[in-house]
């Protein structure tokens, strides 16, 4: 199964949220279309932490001292 990325599965948990919401969702899907939003959520903190873990790793070296010159 491809990958998708953060944008696309929050549209889609979205468009989840919006028929259940409307009950819209037949019982017999209802389910699936659970565990398909928990998925997507999962997928959705996943990048959300390794985005974080990135932008902490980036500003450390921003604050991190020079390393010296070479003699």
């Known amino acids: 199964?491809?990958?998708i990325g953060?944008?696309?599965a929050m549209e889609e948990l979205e468009a989840i949220l919006a028929e259940i919401e409307a009950e819209e969702v037949d019982?017999?899907?209802l389910a699936t279309k659970?565990?398909?939003a928990a998925e997507?959520?999962?997928l959705c903190r996943q990048r959300?932490?390794?985005t974080q873990l990135q932008v902490d790793q980036?500003?450390?070296?921003l604050e991190a001292?020079?390393?010296p010159e070479p003699a």
Do not use: S
């Open 27 to 29: 019982v017999d899907l």
């Open 65 to 67: 001292p020079p390393p």
């Open 58 to 61: 980036i500003v450390a070296g």
């Open 40 to 42: 997507l959520i999962r």
């Open 34 to 36: 659970v565990r398909r």
């Open 6 to 8: 953060y944008r696309q």
């Open 48 to 50: 959300i932490d390794d």
């Open 1 to 3: 199964m491809t990958e």
